[in-house]
């Protein structure tokens, strides 16, 4: 059984009732040693202007916790994931960083899944997790920096499972200049984005890409990341030459309430958002009559693939949650690729839970995640236990995720989907998927 603490979350009770039930069922026929159980660190936000999705990315690295558990103890006799550790960001640096140094330096974590936010990722990985060569791998972090980070160019340990906003945000611009929805079309626009890493990129990716279609940047306007009681000087700046469009690459306790302002102070009303405030704090804020029927994008989420299909049935049977937000299912993903890396530690032969470093992780990380080799499929048990089984054979393995393909490549980066969404009067729905296939470069 695998113990899970959930520091910074009010909801514990459902999701400790999740994680102690993880046999599912399974008897052991594995041989009488036990595999080494690492302990695996999370950041999530559970407070701050993302404290929105916190629980669903906390019960999203639970489930694969519990469901690379259920397998291993058939296969192996015993869990290789010990305890699972979710922490708040508070949606910021510094407390991050903070809850960072306790999961390395008092937990002894040797990987940490997070952060959502890219602004907290990268304070976490050039302050804390490479110096202290702990592997880090995030759910959410979409910022291009992450691509190349200078930090992470020798040491190579911080990956994610979603992919760039370079791939966000060509798609919007493509969105906005008329190439996608009929009748859906601007000319000009100015953008509005959260002063972090992941605001300047999608907001820079959007207004390279829309201008390389001819529309008009009149202004790229950054807000604070700490949630302000006012947004009007940025509002006055964004929208003062008068853009059909504004674009908001933000999160939902911010984009709340400068929206509102738009709408009541400036009379704007074509706002075209992103993954940050698909939230129905957006929603309950400014009211379905008011953003219903706008558009956004995200990335992710292909939800007629076999792997998004098995983790969707499993997370909502498991914690009750009526919806998935972007990026639950590659928190998922994240702790299936540490469990399965940590299994093929143990058969090249690391016996105990010291030995399985961060580096020793990193080090197999792709071994497990990328072809060619046997499929392990998200979510499918038998898939899971097979793949476990080829592991300690010594045969290749590749694990095809919730989110879509976990092939991990030189920076540590993936390909998955984006999503084109709208609002609607309950809440939001897809559109369209967009492969990376189908994606311009610009």
């Known amino acids: 059984m695998t113990p899970i603490n959930l520091r910074g979350s009010s909801s514990t009770g459902l999701a400790v009732a999740g994680i102690t039930a993880l046999a599912l069922g399974l008897g052991s026929t594995a041989a009488t040693a036990q595999p080494p159980s690492i302990t695996l660190g999370q950041l999530a936000p559970f407070t701050g202007s993302g404290a929105e999705f916190g629980e669903y990315y906390r019960d999203g690295a639970a489930l694969g916790v519990q469901h690379i558990n259920a397998a291993a103890e058939e296969v ?10 979710a922490e708040d960001t508070n949606t910021l640096p510094n407390p991050a960083i903070e809850a960072a140094r306790g999961l390395i330096e008092v937990e002894g974590v040797p990987a940490i899944i997070g952060g959502w936010s890219s602004g907290v990722t990268v304070a976490v990985a050039t302050s804390v997790t490479i110096p202290s060569e702990v592997l880090q791998i995030s759910n959410g972090s979409t910022s291009p920096l992450i691509s190349v980070l200078p930090e992470d160019r020798e040491a190579d340990l911080l990956f994610r499972t979603t992919a760039s906003d370079a791939l966000q945000g060509v798609v919007a611009a493509q969105m906005a200049s008329g190439e996608i929805i009929d009748g859906y079309e601007f000319d000009s626009a100015s953008t509005i984005y959260v002063n972090n890493p992941y605001g300047q990129g999608l907001s820079n990716a959007f207004a390279r890409s ?41 999160y939902p306790g911010h984009s709340a309430t400068f929206l509102q302002e738009a709408r009541d102070q400036f009379d704007s009303g074509a706002w075209q958002f992103v993954d940050g ?25 292909d939800p007629s693939i076999a792997g998004f299909e098995n983790f969707a049935e499993a997370f909502e049977g498991e914690f009750g949650h009526d919806r998935i937000p972007p990026f639950t299912e590659s928190a998922y993903d994240a702790a299936i690729v540490v469990g399965l890396a940590a299994v093929k530690a143990y058969a090249d032969g690391h016996e105990s839970a010291d030995e399985i470093t961060g580096t020793v992780l990193r080090d197999r990380l792709r071994d497990v995640a990328n072809g060619p080799g046997q499929t392990i499929t998200a979510g499918d048990m038998d898939s899971l236990k097979a793949g476990i089984e080829a592991i300690m054979n010594g045969e290749d393995v590749q694990y095809t995720g919730a989110a879509g393909p976990v092939d991990f490549d030189d920076n540590g980066d993936v390909l998955t989907p984006i999503a084109i969404w709208q609002f609607t009067e309950d809440g939001t729905e897809t559109i369209e998927i967009r492969s990376p296939e189908q994606i311009p470069e610009e």
Do not use: C, W
């Open 76 to 85: 192996l006799g015993g869990p290789v994931i010990g305890e699972h550790i």
């Open 210 to 250: 829309f201008q390389m279609r001819g529309g008009t940047v009149h202004a790229q306007v950054p807000h604070p990341e700490e949630i302000q009681p006012t947004y009007t000087s940025q509002l006055a700046s964004a929208l003062q030459n008068d853009p059909e469009l504004l674009f908001a690459a933000s």
């Open 277 to 301: 405030n698909k939230s129905g704090e957006v929603i309950d804020a400014l009211g379905a009559e008011t953003v219903a029927g706008m558009y956004g994008t995200a990335p992710g989420q």
